[in-house]
T-cell receptor, first 110, second 117 residues
């Protein structure tokens, strides 16, 4: 799996957009970028994934650079319940197990 | 559609005892994974089943851990005998058998907390 680099922590004001960066400079052409989050000690929750194009769903948007060496997860209107550790994971899809790093601890502040 | 379910949610056992954790994947998911997070550490992969076969068990820490998935449905993870360092939260996850080009999402359960005293 591709190695990813994320800042250890970030703060965001409630109601503002949270932009979480991820560097994945070693990603190959057929590796997806997946984002998960872990709220407190719950099970990791899938957020979004993409390959080349930007993606959006009801939870977030994923912006992938054209060279695919980095991406940004955007939570458009962060709430206190979005406080969690966010993981950016590069993986060959299919059935390959995910490899978790340290992630980014996002604190949403009222 | 029910998600990945795990049982028990919490377990406290004494060192040397045996504990069996159970995971029911999402219906129709051939892939089943076990992960573990010990205090202060990252989430670590333990093993991967495809149906009833072990595809990858490279993350299993030692032979005190035994995972089974008879019939390719639910899975059990047995720790025997348990040691103090086995304490942590054990996550199960599942996914469909990949067959397309849109990526294959892995879904996690809420975990089974194990405390060995």
């Amino acid at each position: 799996d591709a190695k990813t680099t994320q800042p250890p922590s970030m703060d965001c004001a409630e109601g503002r957009a949270a932009n979480l960066p991820c560097n994945h400079s070693t990603i190959s052409g057929n590796e997806y970028v997946y984002w998960y989050r872990q709220i407190h000690s719950q099970g990791p929750q899938y957020i979004i994934h993409g390959l080349k194009n930007n993606e959006t769903n009801e939870m977030a948007s994923l912006i992938i650079t054209e060279d695919r060496k980095s991406s940004t997860l955007i939570l458009p209107h962060a709430t206190l319940r979005d406080t969690a550790v966010y993981y950016c994971i590069g993986t060959y899809s299919g059935n390959t197990p995910l490899v978790f790093g340290k992630g980014t601890r996002l604190s949403v502040i009222a | 559609e029910a998600g990945v379910t795990q049982f028990p949610s919490h377990s406290v056992i004494e060192k040397g005892q045996t504990v069996t954790l159970r995971c029911d994947p999402i219906s129709g998911h051939d892939n089943l994974y076990w992960y573990r997070r010990v205090m202060g550490k990252e989430i670590k992969f333990l093993l991967h089943f495809v149906k009833e076969s072990k595809q990858d068990e490279s993350g299993m820490p030692n032979n005190r851990f035994l995972a089974e998935r008879t019939g390719g449905t639910y899975s059990t993870l047995k720790v025997q005998p348990a040691e103090l360092e086995d304490s942590g939260v054990y996550f199960c996850a599942s996914s469909r058998n990949y067959g397309g080009v849109s990526g294959n999402t892995i879904y996690f359960g809420e975990g089974s907390w194990l405390t060995v005293v």
